[in-house]
């Protein structure tokens, strides 16, 4: 699952990680990095997905 996970963390980071921790402080995080750049956003995604 965690694979399906960062597939979708690549295309839309912040729906990977709502998926992974929901409507918490790493999903504000990582919208806003989104907005600021799109790699910032992945990576942060693919951070928070791999360490649960």
Same mark, same amino acid.
């Given at each position: 699952?965690?694979? !399906?996970? %960062?597939?979708?963390?690549? $295309?839309?980071?912040?729906? @990977?990680?709502?998926?992974? *921790?929901?409507?918490?402080?790493?999903?504000? !995080?990582? %919208?806003?990095?989104?907005? $600021?750049?799109?790699?910032? @956003?992945?990576?942060?995604? *693919?951070?928070?997905?791999?360490?649960?």
């Amino acid at each position: 699952m965690d694979f !399906i996970r %960062i597939i979708i963390a690549i $295309l839309m980071p912040p729906l @990977g990680v709502f998926l992974q *921790v929901g409507l918490g402080k790493h999903f504000w !995080i990582n %919208i806003l990095l989104t907005l $600021l750049g799109y790699i910032p @956003g992945i990576v942060h995604a *693919v951070w928070v997905i791999a360490r649960k």
